[in-house]
């Protein structure tokens, strides 16, 4: 069994905030940041990506039980998947990549935020998507992170806002 564990704290670089009764999907940071191989690779080699939580108001790291019958978060990859997200979700959570004789883990803290009363928007998010002017009229703005939210057959209309 594995002694020690690579534990590269809680990575607070990433303010991750998502809508209270949405779905909404959360990459392990360790793929992202902090290792220089991705999921793939990981998982050929034999790694297991193991998700943990504490909850608001707790001590206990706790593994996520996804078999729960009324359970609303999936794991795909190296992807968490809140169907919806609730508010009771908000904590720090960790994705943990082990075997027999590695280990590494990193925590970040996630927050479910309600929406504003009779709105589809919270003021308390903060904007995490630099806006720059363009220049060039055939430039595009991408909208960040709605892959895997509708099947491959579908392009979904997406309607901005200022």
Known sequence: AVERCDDWGVDTMKQIQIYDGEPAKIKCPLFETFLKYN??????????????????DRDLEEPINFRLPDNHISKEKDTLWFWPALLNDTGNYTCMLRNTTYCSKVAFPLEVVPKDQQSCVSHSIKPTEEMFYLEHSNEKIICPAIDGFYPASVTPTVKWYF
Do not use: D, F, K, P
């Not at 690779?41 to 297991?48: I, M, N, R, W």
């Open 39 to 56: 999921y793939s690779t990981a998982h050929s080699a034999g790694l297991t990506l193991i998700w943990y939580r504490i909850g608001q």
